[in-house]
């Protein structure tokens, strides 16, 4: 019987370990799945999430998801989503497609629960890093080519050549990946500085990107590379993509990094010297989106088409930047009604088609807002727009706690995912939406385990 228990004891214990082991390579999958295949995304998200479960130690899993500063915002955010929907004036539909919609919210905090080793966390940087490579390959050769997997059929220079994402989405993971490219970068620089340091603490303080030891030749080649990808990027989202949050989240993300890196600096610091690179950094900025402006012809397209439309929003509010203001206004009266609690989960589509009343602006509108802060503050009031802006808060209070490199990295982020919530449905429309959550897990692990051990790579 002894004997029999034992035996049983451990075909668990190795289901559990194996369950564990190849949940990490789900995992994994689901960042290199992210900016290029929906089908392998969705398989890698439901794989993990029976693996996470099958592979038990729950009260480790647990105390793993409670050490995670984001944990509590989160969970705040779904419990004021699941309250909501009792009071509702939305439909059953409505409903169900908003518990589809944010059940990644809960996704994301269950995987919060493997996400505990730095070399887990290296594979998904390098996961995705490679996926935006295919992806900007795949970019670059739309323009002479009209490639099988890609959205954008057109080719030739003056034309958005998104490939497998629509030109938002692939903006907003090329912005990011510019980046990503600028702190390895950084880190690369660091690893070699702290080496010695890092050995007295026992960590491998080696390069988080793909190589485990490195020379000088290298680190100066993979450095070499690195910039590529960086400038590739650049012309990709400014003169291959016509994507106007894109541009934003592009200027507001590098715009942070790079002024930061700066501003960090001990020297820039000092009292005297502040403002003199503050000026001179400003008139960089300047000079920079002048001439992009400039040169690229379908970003001066972009941009002049939204002058043009807001300033005949009175005329035609079914244009494309008219119809985002009449939704803004529109959403801001319906939040006057409910002010403190909203009218509940999943109820701005049925409100918003009584406001319109007119099927081709409903037919944009009527889904979201396109602002993630009005879509809450009319589903869930002040109580929602508050638990937003706290996600948000306590990831800003995180990021400046860390050392530069780390902090330049998740400020980038926040950024873009704050312009993503101005203009778009950073939570709400799919892939930006699982972007953004998966992504606030990763970067709040890492950033997590940097902090107990201060040279962390």
Same mark, same amino acid.
């Given at each position: 019987m002894i004997f029999f228990i034992k035996k049983q004891k451990q075909w668990f214990d190795f289901i559990k370990n194996t369950a564990y082991f190849l949940s990490t390579y789900t995992w994994v999958g689901i960042f290199f799945a992210m900016p290029i295949s929906r089908a392998l995304f969705n398989t890698c998200?439901?794989?993990?999430?029976?693996?996470?479960?099958?592979?038990?130690?729950?009260?480790?899993?647990?105390?793993?998801i409670k050490s995670n500063p984001i944990s509590f915002p989160f969970f705040i955010l779904i419990i004021i989503i699941l309250i909501g929907s009792i009071y509702t004036v939305g439909n059953q539909q409505n409903l169900l497609t908003s518990f589809y919609v944010y059940i990644k919210i809960f996704f994301m905090l269950l995987f919060l629960s493997i996400i505990d080793d730095i070399k887990l966390i290296r594979n998904a940087f390098i996961a995705f890093s490679m996926a935006m490579i295919i992806t900007l390959i795949s970019t670059y050769l739309n323009i002479w080519y009209v490639l099988p997997w890609s959205l954008s059929k057109t080719i030739?220079?003056?034309?958005?050549?998104?490939?497998?994402?629509d030109y938002i989405v692939q903006g907003l993971y090329t912005s990011f990946f510019t980046t990503l490219c600028g702190y390895f970068y950084l880190k690369i620089n660091t690893s070699k500085k702290n080496t010695s340091k890092n050995e007295s603490y026992g960590i491998n303080n080696n390069l988080i990107f793909i190589f485990s030891k490195s020379s000088i030749i290298k680190s100066s080649i993979i450095k070499l590379f690195i910039i590529i990808l960086y400038?590739?990027? %650049?012309?990709?989202?400014l003169y291959?993509?016509?994507?106007?949050?894109g541009y934003l989240a592009f200027f507001f993300s590098n715009t942070i990094f790079f002024s930061f890196l700066i501003l960090d600096n001990h020297i820039v610091k000092q009292k005297k010297y502040f403002f003199v690179y503050a000026l001179v950094l400003l008139i960089l900025l300047s000079l920079a989106f002048c001439s992009i402006y400039f040169s690229s012809e379908l970003l001066q397209n972009r941009v002049n088409l939204v002058v043009s439309e807001l300033s005949n929003y009175t005329l035609n509010k079914t244009s494309s930047s008219g119809v985002r203001l009449y939704m803004w206004i529109t959403a801001y009266n319906i939040f006057l009604q409910a002010p403190l609690f909203g009218h509940g989960t999943g109820s701005y589509p049925v409100l918003s088609e009584i406001a319109?009343?007119?099927?081709?602006? %409903?037919?944009?509108? %009527? /889904?979201? /807002?396109?602002?993630?802060?009005l879509l809450f503050a009319v589903e869930h009031g002040l109580i929602g727009l508050c638990a937003l802006l706290f996600i948000i808060w306590r990831f800003l209070k995180f990021s400046f706690s860390l050392h530069t490199p780390e902090k330049l990295l998740l400020l980038s982020f926040m950024a873009i995912f704050i312009v993503d919530c101005i203009t778009h449905g950073a939570l709400w429309l799919r892939m930006e939406s699982y972007f953004f959550v998966y992504m606030f897990g990763l970067l709040m692990s890492y950033a997590n385990l940097s902090k107990k051990l201060p040279l962390f790579i």
């Amino acid at each position: 019987m002894i004997f029999f228990i034992k035996k049983q004891k451990q075909w668990f214990d190795f289901i559990k370990n194996t369950a564990y082991f190849l949940s990490t390579y789900t995992w994994v999958g689901i960042f290199f799945a992210m900016p290029i295949s929906r089908a392998l995304f969705n398989t890698c998200i439901i794989l993990t999430v029976l693996l996470t479960l099958l592979s038990g130690n729950y009260l480790k899993k647990y105390k793993v998801i409670k050490s995670n500063p984001i944990s509590f915002p989160f969970f705040i955010l779904i419990i004021i989503i699941l309250i909501g929907s009792i009071y509702t004036v939305g439909n059953q539909q409505n409903l169900l497609t908003s518990f589809y919609v944010y059940i990644k919210i809960f996704f994301m905090l269950l995987f919060l629960s493997i996400i505990d080793d730095i070399k887990l966390i290296r594979n998904a940087f390098i996961a995705f890093s490679m996926a935006m490579i295919i992806t900007l390959i795949s970019t670059y050769l739309n323009i002479w080519y009209v490639l099988p997997w890609s959205l954008s059929k057109t080719i030739g220079f003056g034309n958005s050549h998104h490939v497998f994402r629509d030109y938002i989405v692939q903006g907003l993971y090329t912005s990011f990946f510019t980046t990503l490219c600028g702190y390895f970068y950084l880190k690369i620089n660091t690893s070699k500085k702290n080496t010695s340091k890092n050995e007295s603490y026992g960590i491998n303080n080696n390069l988080i990107f793909i190589f485990s030891k490195s020379s000088i030749i290298k680190s100066s080649i993979i450095k070499l590379f690195i910039i590529i990808l960086y400038i590739l990027s %650049c012309i990709s989202i400014l003169y291959l993509l016509g994507s106007r949050t894109g541009y934003l989240a592009f200027f507001f993300s590098n715009t942070i990094f790079f002024s930061f890196l700066i501003l960090d600096n001990h020297i820039v610091k000092q009292k005297k010297y502040f403002f003199v690179y503050a000026l001179v950094l400003l008139i960089l900025l300047s000079l920079a989106f002048c001439s992009i402006y400039f040169s690229s012809e379908l970003l001066q397209n972009r941009v002049n088409l939204v002058v043009s439309e807001l300033s005949n929003y009175t005329l035609n509010k079914t244009s494309s930047s008219g119809v985002r203001l009449y939704m803004w206004i529109t959403a801001y009266n319906i939040f006057l009604q409910a002010p403190l609690f909203g009218h509940g989960t999943g109820s701005y589509p049925v409100l918003s088609e009584i406001a319109f009343n007119n099927k081709l602006i %409903c037919d944009i509108a %009527c /889904p979201h /807002p396109h602002n993630q802060f009005l879509l809450f503050a009319v589903e869930h009031g002040l109580i929602g727009l508050c638990a937003l802006l706290f996600i948000i808060w306590r990831f800003l209070k995180f990021s400046f706690s860390l050392h530069t490199p780390e902090k330049l990295l998740l400020l980038s982020f926040m950024a873009i995912f704050i312009v993503d919530c101005i203009t778009h449905g950073a939570l709400w429309l799919r892939m930006e939406s699982y972007f953004f959550v998966y992504m606030f897990g990763l970067l709040m692990s890492y950033a997590n385990l940097s902090k107990k051990l201060p040279l962390f790579i």
